[in-house]
């Protein structure tokens, strides 16, 4: 019974660079979505999908990261160009959808920028 | 206690204790749900607990909600050290499921 499975565990990556994260979310959800974690900013949502649909973008996210959602099996979340300052844990989780729904959550990625 | 929008608090304590963690949220949430995150894991829920609903137990955990004060606290019993952990609270401002988490409470039991 497969959770919320991340790629890469980890990554590095020189400023400046591309980077993909993937996510493949529990089979059969409707919601995903992609959180980044520091001990600092704590959990921040970053992109919302419903049914593949980008149903919110992250305000303060958006100018250097975008997540798509091509088939309800597979999400990337790119960041371009990178920066020290986005190193931090990458979570992306998954739920049925809709109100009073848990939501599961991937081991994320923690990316560094170097 | 942890906020919406604010510090993370830190709890360390002996096996065997009692402890409870606090939650204060600033906007309606149809629902709270407290979730635990183990080092190098993602957030697993632990108990979600309705706006209708004023207590949830689920084996050694006990949640309570008061949504007059806008508050909700997290029980454990008879902690263990595989408690250790981070906990925190989320709530769903929209009521799509979109959730918001606090800042968390780290909570260390010594074995």
């Known amino acids: 019974d497969a959770g919320v499975t991340q790629t890469p565990r980890h990554e590095v990556a020189e400023k400046g660079q591309t980077i993909i994260l993937k996510c493949e979310p529990v089979s059969g959800h409707n919601d995903l979505f992609w959180y980044r974690q520091t001990k600092i900013q704590g959990l921040e949502l970053l992109s919302y999908f419903r049914s593949k649909s980008l149903m919110e973008d992250g305000g303060a996210f958006k100018d250097r990261f975008k997540a798509e959602m091509l088939n309800s099996s597979f999400s990337t979340l790119k960041i371009q160009p990178t920066e020290p300052k986005d190193s931090a844990v990458y979570l992306c989780?998954?739920?049925?959808?809709?109100?009073?729904?848990?939501?599961?959550f991937g081991k994320g990625t923690r990316l560094t920028v170097v | 206690s942890q906020w919406g929008e604010e510090n993370l608090q830190a709890l360390s304590i002996q096996e065997g204790e009692d402890v409870t963690m606090n939650c204060s949220y600033k906007t309606y949430t149809t629902v709270v749900q407290w979730y635990r995150q183990k080092s190098g894991k993602g957030p697993a829920q632990l108990i979600l607990?309705?706006?209708?609903?004023r207590e949830k137990r689920s084996g050694r955990l006990r949640a309570t909600l008061d949504t007059s004060s806008q508050s909700s606290s997290l029980s454990i019993t008879g902690t263990l050290a595989t408690d250790t952990a981070v906990y925190f609270c989320a709530t769903d401002r929209t009521n799509t499921g979109k959730l918001t988490f606090g800042d968390g409470t780290v909570l260390t039991v010594k074995p």
């Open positions: 607990i309705r706006s209708n609903e």
């Open positions: 989780a998954s739920s049925l959808g809709g109100a009073n729904t848990e939501v599961f």
